[in-house]
């Protein structure tokens, strides 16, 4: 048996539904790190507000000194070079979140798997670093819809945030499992579990 429980990565275009599938695969038995979440902490940070501050200006923080999400939000999505910018300031904080996380988790007995939750595994170098990815395929009108409702952002807005990530059918057809989730729980789930055993199956051998 392989000791050691192999890395598996979800991705998906906003809206996809990922972080619900990295879920459900955490209640089968792995154990989810969630990018998104890991850097909306770290953008609280002292020592990260105060990069902001310097690589951009006092006006993407709000009076009490946070960063202001929506007009940083409007900032990168309508500029390649400053998103760039922004995720050479978070990027290297979430990683290094993210390996204490494998590390730790590598040794739990109970994780069977380990699970990475990241909207931007081949938009940066993280795909190099897993055993596994699946990427979770969402017709785009569904996506939209999903984020309009979540988040209360325009067409337009969602639009522009998806322009940022690589196109749908290049993430499918660089991914070691595809699911669809444009309908239910009750049709994701038992697609889900196969997808789990079969992964199991491999590392377990």
């Not at 990069?51 to 923080?61: A, G, H, N, P, T």
């Not at 596994?132 to 785009?140: E, H, P, R, S």
């Not at 337009?156 to 499992?177: S, V």
Request: positive net charge; charged residues 25%.
């Amino acid at each position: 048996m392989n000791e050691k429980k192999p890395l598996i990565g979800i991705t998906g275009i906003i809206g996809s539904g990922k972080t619900t599938v990295a879920n459900l695969l955490g209640e089968f038995g792995g154990s989810v790190f969630n990018a998104d979440q890991a850097a909306k902490k770290v953008a609280q940070k002292p020592e990260v507000l105060s990069q902001i501050r310097e690589k951009f200006d006092d006006s993407l923080l709000t009076a009490k000194g946070e960063l202001n999400r929506s007009r940083m939000a409007e900032l990168v999505f309508q500029n390649s070079n400053q998103l760039i910018k922004l995720n050479r300031i978070i990027h290297p904080h979430v990683r290094e979140q993210m390996w204490e996380f494998v590390n730790l988790k590598q040794k739990d007995p109970a994780c069977a798997m380990i699970l990475i939750d990241s909207p931007l595994i081949y938009e940066t170098d993280l795909h190099k670093h897993l055993d596994l990815i699946i990427v979770v395929a969402t017709d785009q009108e569904t996506c939209i819809n999903r984020v309009k409702k979540r988040n209360n952002l325009t067409r337009e807005q969602i639009l522009t945030r998806m322009a940022a990530q690589i196109p749908l059918p290049e993430k499918t057809k660089r991914a070691d499992f595809q699911i669809n989730n444009d309908g239910n729980l009750s049709d994701l789930i038992p697609r889900l579990k196969k997808i789990y055993q079969n992964i199991l199956n491999k590392y377990m051998e």
